[in-house]
């Protein structure tokens, strides 16, 4: 069974750090572009973060950009998400996703595989 699974999400204070990891198990997924993506209640998915397939490029939405890193880890199977400075408007469940395509897309459609997500809560 291909999974992802997402752990690291809590209840932090704002301006504190969380970091998110996602791991694959089932297949491997070094040579797929990562991402992670986040829902807030009553609003779309939408993008936050991407690495492609070797690590070495990677994308962040504007609202996250200077606090939000992603990486890799050596296996590749693995990523994280490493949250600085959260703010209030940072809550939301986070995603982990895979894609094959390989095309390094912001968009959610790219991606065939999710994780169940892991709730991530800042209070001001």
């Known amino acids: 069974q291909v999974q992802l699974v997402e752990s690291g999400g809590g209840l932090v204070q704002a301006g504190g750090s969380l970091r998110l990891s996602c791991a694959a198990s089932?297949?491997?997924?070094?040579?797929?572009?990562m991402a992670w993506f986040r829902q807030a209640p009553g609003k779309e998915r939408e993008f936050v973060s991407l690495i492609n397939w070797s690590g070495v490029s990677s994308s962040s939405a504007d609202s996250v950009k200077g606090r939000f890193t992603i990486s890799r880890g050596n296996d590749k199977n693995t990523v994280y998400l490493q949250m600085n400075s959260l703010k209030p408007e940072d809550t939301a469940v986070y995603y982990c996703?895979?894609?094959?395509?390989?095309?390094?897309?912001?968009?959610?459609?790219?991606?065939?595989?999710w994780g169940q997500g892991t709730q991530v809560t800042v209070s001001s």
């Open positions: 089932g297949r491997t997924f070094r040579n797929y572009d």
């Open positions: 996703a895979a894609s094959s395509r390989n095309s390094f897309s912001v968009s959610k459609a790219y991606y065939e595989w």
